[in-house]
């Protein structure tokens, strides 16, 4: 069993729709735990819940920070299809509601593609990438997840620019990423803002995600970037590929910009 | 009032937090009320709720699709904050869930940019382009909306490339499109893969929308994209542009490919 699968593990209280889970403040941002780990929990709860194999589209409203410790997912299974299943699990803390979430849940294809669109940008290897761990925070995610950033892209205060980053992610103890490590994967990136100098806590206020493909073995690539930067309101549009070259998740973000 | 707002109006049943609709069969394709058209339906009675004034993000996962009259959109404030409110609301016909869509709501920004990352494409004036009516499809949506193709992306059989669509939308009466119409500018393309040869009823299964801003008056500029096609399923990226030229909605959607 893998760290990931320990730290997103939820156990079904006997004749309920309810799961139990224990969010490992492990998996945080600035003791956050992080919102991509939290929506691979809570999307394992509800794919349990429909009886699916995996979660297709996820869309997560955020509505307070969880911390680590007990917390529970109560889910409804909306409808049940022949192709897919619709539930909508919520992540509760002491009695609140901390996370709004609905999972279109069902099997993703092994097919070939028959298009493919959206080719990897070309980065250097993850061994010439920068950890993300050489920054100014507390990143305690990153004792769990290795996350390399391509050099152009980092988000320091002498590399401004564009706010797109790039780079490369692996689960940190050697497991194989599956495609509920894709939930991780896209929202792993620092905030794309910090490019523009907008450093600060920079909370996700909505993201929504698909899943394309469960990855083959190896690094995941990612691209997040902001179109719009407006009103103290941004975007972060995030691209993952796997070893293969192939998008295997796509998701999109709201997000307030952070105050230092 | 313009037939977009007379389309999409709510009635809030006394000390209930339901609403009751109409679903106006003239905003439909095929039969079938469109995606964007629905969506409009059930933000405005979910900003109601919230008594907030714009849907700031909005994720639908589609359940069943609805006909055309009497139908109810059943809201829960889940949470009130500061800066937005968040509302769950389905989309209710004959005691079945049609619907199910997450909203969070709070007042759009009319800041200007901080960064602008999107620029709109190049494309023909819309009186230079295609009405997308002149398709071999019966689209009752074209009555009310007016829309017109890029002919370099208008997916006719003489035209198979990459699944890209861009194109133009105004509201047929004249009217200004608000916020909420841009939820109609989202998914009013045709479906992206008709330039893959890949024509048929596609329908959506999830779709996540941002709104960024109030629309200039003028036409909408929109470009819809799909990155990945694979094994019956497509992702469709929509981006949409006032007449100013600034972003004012994205959404992705997840979609099945057609069968003829």
Redesign the interface.
Known sequence: MSAFDRATAVRRRASTSTYDVDLDGGWSIGGRPNGGYLLAVIARAATDAAQREHP??V?G?F??PPVGGPAEVRTEV??A?R??A?V?A?LWQDER?CL???V?AGQ???????????PMPAMPAPDECRSRGDTPFRVELLDHVDVRLDPATVPTPDNAG??VVRGWMALGDGSVADALALLLAVDVAPPT?FR?G?VGWAPT??L?A?L??VPAPGWLAFEA???????????E?A?VWDSSG??VA?A?Q?A??GRP
Chains 1, 2 share one sequence.
């Open positions: 297709l589209a869309s409203h509505l307070r909306v409808k299809g192709t897919v619709t909508r919520t509601a709004d979430v609905l279109t993703l294809p092994d097919a070939d593609a028959d298009h493919v669109g959206t564009a706010p803002v523009l907008l206020v909505e929504s698909l394309r493909a970037e902001a179109s719009l930067v407006a009103g103290g309101w941004f975007d549009n691209t192939r998008v796509q999109r709201l307030l910009v």
